[in-house]
């Protein structure tokens, strides 16, 4: 699953490419992946696109008329650009769809720009999808989403005060999504090993100065990662051009199971919080 600096990654690139390019054709290969597209398909075709933005994983390309594109990639969700020579940006889920002649066979959605470019959807699992609601309904998309943890309005007061009733362990307050949104699995590990908190510590412990540094440590190594690319585990496809992350080289704690600590030598371990795997040094954030 893509996380935050993925996602970023790949609207940062989209928005340079897809601005003020004209949309020509939209063909929907799997109706799943684009559910509504026969109600209002028309109403899509030859807008132009001003820009790419995101809130959340979701990313939202707003064109010109009266709707716009959200798009959510899931699990195994892709966004290759290719203009008209052959040039690709993007990214998604590392396969070899990065380097294959396009449509392949995970092909979902085609947007065809009227300068012959191209934006291909992929989805080996068809569970992300398009979505093209009226500009004025957009915010209700995200109306059970905190703020994003790259929002320069979060604060750590904010965050304090939302701890204050949770009994849950800091590491699942932060990766909430009511409370914010794009503190993913590795983030979350590595944000608190960077300021030694222990993952399990009850969220309504973590002191104002704690949450400060840790607010701090999240918006750091998420906008690192973010651009490095994201974390890409699957190493066959780095030599694409821009489409592989570069964190994964960067991890301290997460996937490090049993691996020495690079701070003090002790050796990482792995429990279950939430169902989900959390890396920690227990000498490190033994508190
Ligand atoms: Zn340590």
Known sequence: MPELPEVESIRRKLNVVLANRQIQQIEVLRDKSFLAFPIFGQEISNQTVVEVKRRAKILQIVISGERDLLIHLK???QLIFVDVDGKRAGGGHPTADWVNDLPAKH??????FTDGSRLFFNDMRVFGWIRSPLKIDVSKEFVNYGPDIDDPNLTADYLIDLAKKRQIPIKQFIMDNKVICGVGN?????SLFAVSL???IPAKEINPKQMKKLLQAMQKIIERSTQLGGTTFDGKYVGVDGFAGGFQNELKVYGREGQPCLKCGSKIIRIKQGGRGTF???SCQCI
């Open 107 to 112: 092909t979902r959605v085609i947007f065809n």
């Open 186 to 190: 590795i983030y979350a590990s590595e």
């Open 280 to 282: 920690y040094c227990p």
């Open 198 to 200: 222990n993952p399990k």
């Open 75 to 77: 699990m195994t969700g």
